[in-house]
């Protein structure tokens, strides 16, 4: 699988990107302090913003995972990268700098994780469909309609940009127990 991302990586870079080096740079975990924060709005559409995209992208298929915003790599700016995919198909590549909710619409229950809350899930509400803009890494405006998986995945990511995670979507109760769980990991040095 990551083989397979990597090559996709370049495919992609090759044409919209230009080629960088790109790492993979450690993901936030819960408890730091950046994945609270409300994050600004990209500013300038540049080889900076590029350089952060591409490695954003090498983290996330490195985890792997389907989507990462820019706090969980402890850069509080208005960035996400989603690929349901994960690297498989270039086409569901999706960078959102500056996301706007357009209109959302019902609702859908389903487990959803985090790469920066490891190895804890709980089923999260979300719209059942989404409607967003957002510009691209050209500073072109984008505009996605969003069902299912890609809309969870646009709700959960925007929610990164303005410091919210998905322990915050749930009950007290079941918030709590999680925050005790990790705390009790942080305490044996495992978090
Ligand atoms: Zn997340």
Redesign the pocket.
Known sequence: MQEFAASAIWTICAGAINILEAMIVPILKYGSPELKTMSSPVERFDAELEKIAKNMLETLYGAPGI???AP?IGINIQLATIDLSVGEDPSQLIILCNPQIISTEGEQKSDE?????PDFSDVVTRPRKMEIKALNLHGEEVRYEADDLLARCFS??I??LNGI??IDRLSPLKRNLIRGKIKKLAKAGEW
């Open positions: 989507g990462l915003a969980q994780g985090c790469l920066s809350i959960h990511e929610d990164h995670l998905f």
